[in-house]
Structure formats: C-alpha cells, structure tokens
C-alpha cells in the first residue's frame, strides 16, 4: 500500500463512511442518529460518535431521540475511533452486541489485482454492472432475499434509478448471474478520501448472496468485478466492513489488510 494510506488515515477514511438509506431521518450533532425507513426495518442508529460530552450524555440524548421517534430500541456502532467509547456504558445497561465487523483495505495497484483475488471456482458466474432498470430489479431480488428487507415499490426504484444511472453518479452496482439467475449483488461509491492528494475511496458494501447458491464463488465474482471498476474509476484504496463470521476471511485472501474492527451493539430502550 502507498505509504501515504497508512492505518491512521485508512480508520479515518472508516470513520467517515456510515450507510444511510436514500429516504431516512438524519439528526446529525456532534453524533450522527439515523432513522431507518420502514422497508429497511425502521431501526434507529447511532454513528460518527465525535462528541466532547460525557458518555452519559451522548447515550442520554440519543435514547430520548429514539424514544421521540417511537422506536423500542437504539442501534450503536462503536468503533477505535469514535470518541467517547461508550462500549462499558452500553454493556453496563445491558446491551447486546449483535454484529463485528473488520476494517479492511487494499491498494487499487492494477498490477497486483489479477494475482491477488481468486479466480471463480464456478465460470458459469457472469458479472453485469448496473446500467438499466432491469438490472436494477435483479440486485433488489438479491437484497431482498439477503437482507430481510421489502422489495422496491415503483416509487423507490424510480428514485434508486436515477441516483444510480445519473451521468455525475458516484455509486456503482454489480450483479452476478448463475444460469441466468441473479444471484449475488453489490455496491460500490466513490468519495474523497481523508486528504486531498489521496485521491478517490472505493467504499465496497452491501455484497450478499442468494442463501441457495452461497459457496460456489458468487462473493469472490462480485468482488473481483467492483475492483476492477474502481481502478477504472481512479480510486487509489479500496475499502470495506466485512463480516469477521463470513466475508472478512474471503477478503483477506483478497489481498485486504485489516486495520480495526467495528461493534453493532442493540440497546433495549
């Protein structure tokens, strides 16, 4: 990796990447709440913890946010860099930690792609990116299945359309297809990196498989393919959040390092 992307800055570039979903409530402080809409499970998340207040008090502000928005429960992310930690406070009222997540990045070298991700076990597997509203509809059938979360009405597809096929677009979409099947999708958006001379992130998210054809090299194809469109894109990392119980291992094969981890904790409110 360029010595300029060293571990400091790789966990800043982290730090400032949280999802939120195109139609949620943002209340964004020295912390950032998010409201869920409803097709995404309407939970209520708490990230960008950067805050100078007591540990209390940002937990105190956030639960009578999530309570104002009628939610029984509130969504943490924790991770090394978010200030203050409120992991003991957390754990100390009794909050269940849910996900882990890896901090993982790679330099975007076109030289050392081809050598380091793994070529698909399956060649039946035939990667599209996104560029119509047809394929579109395959990812959403993906991340429905994958997700547990409802499938675009014609309103959200309209919308997700033009965010995506816009000429200025900064997402990208991919789809991987088994016998015509569509059967793993995933995303990719383009930011500024943490300094200026970095140049461009690749943000990877969003990658799943249909529960029926996982194992067969779905994941390692739609990865594959989101590389090579973010070095034709310009970016000099690329960056991701894997699962430690499943996509964290296929990444580091990958040629991904790990940097840090991320915890998702549920508090009962």
């Known amino acids: 990796m360029d010595a300029?992307?060293?571990?400091?800055?790789?966990?800043?570039?982290?730090?400032?990447?949280?999802w939120v979903?195109?139609?949620?409530q943002c209340v964004v402080t020295d912390v950032t709440l998010t409201r869920w809409p409803a097709?995404?499970?309407g939970r209520v998340v708490l990230t960008g913890i950067a805050s100078t207040r007591a540990p209390e008090d940002v937990l105190r502000g956030a639960v009578e946010q999530a309570r104002a928005w009628g939610s029984d429960t509130l969504g943490v992310w924790v991770s090394a860099s978010s200030t203050p930690d409120l992991t003991d406070l957390l754990l100390a009222r009794g909050a269940r930690l849910e996900?882990?997540?890896?901090?993982?990045?790679?330099?975007?070298?076109p030289a050392h792609l081809e050598h380091d991700v793994p070529p698909r076990p399956d060649r039946r597997l035939e990667v599209r990116r996104v560029t119509a509203v047809d394929g579109?509809?395959?990812?959403?059938?993906?991340d429905t299945a994958v997700w547990d979360q409802q499938p675009m009405d014609d309103e959200r597809l309209a919308v997700a359309a033009r965010t995506l096929l816009a000429d200025d677009?900064?997402?990208?979409?991919?789809?991987?297809?088994?016998?015509?099947?569509?059967?793993?999708?995933?995303?990719?958006?383009?930011?500024?990196?943490?300094?200026?001379?970095?140049?461009?992130?690749?943000?990877?998210?969003?990658?799943?498989?249909?529960?029926h054809r996982r194992g067969r090299g779905a994941y390692r194809a739609v990865l594959e393919e989101?590389?090579?469109?973010?070095?034709?894109?310009?970016?000099?990392l690329a960056l991701v959040k894997g699962r430690v119980s499943t996509s964290a291992r296929i990444l580091r094969k990958a040629g991904f390092a790990r940097y840090g981890e991320e915890h998702y904790y549920r508090l009962a409110l």
């Open 4 to 18: 300029t992307w060293d571990p400091p800055t790789v966990l800043q570039a982290a730090a400032e990447w949280s």
């Open 21 to 24: 979903p195109p139609d949620a």
């Open 39 to 41: 097709w995404a499970q």
């Open 99 to 109: 996900d882990t997540v890896d901090v993982l990045a790679r330099d975007l070298d």
């Open 136 to 142: 579109l509809r395959d990812a959403d059938r993906v």
């Open 169 to 211: 677009s900064r997402e990208l979409r991919v789809v991987a297809y088994q016998d015509g099947e569509p059967v793993a999708s995933a995303g990719v958006t383009l930011a500024a990196a943490p300094r200026p001379e970095l140049g461009v992130v690749a943000r990877l998210w969003g990658a799943g498989t249909v529960p």
């Open 226 to 236: 989101r590389l090579r469109l973010s070095v034709a894109a310009g970016a000099s």
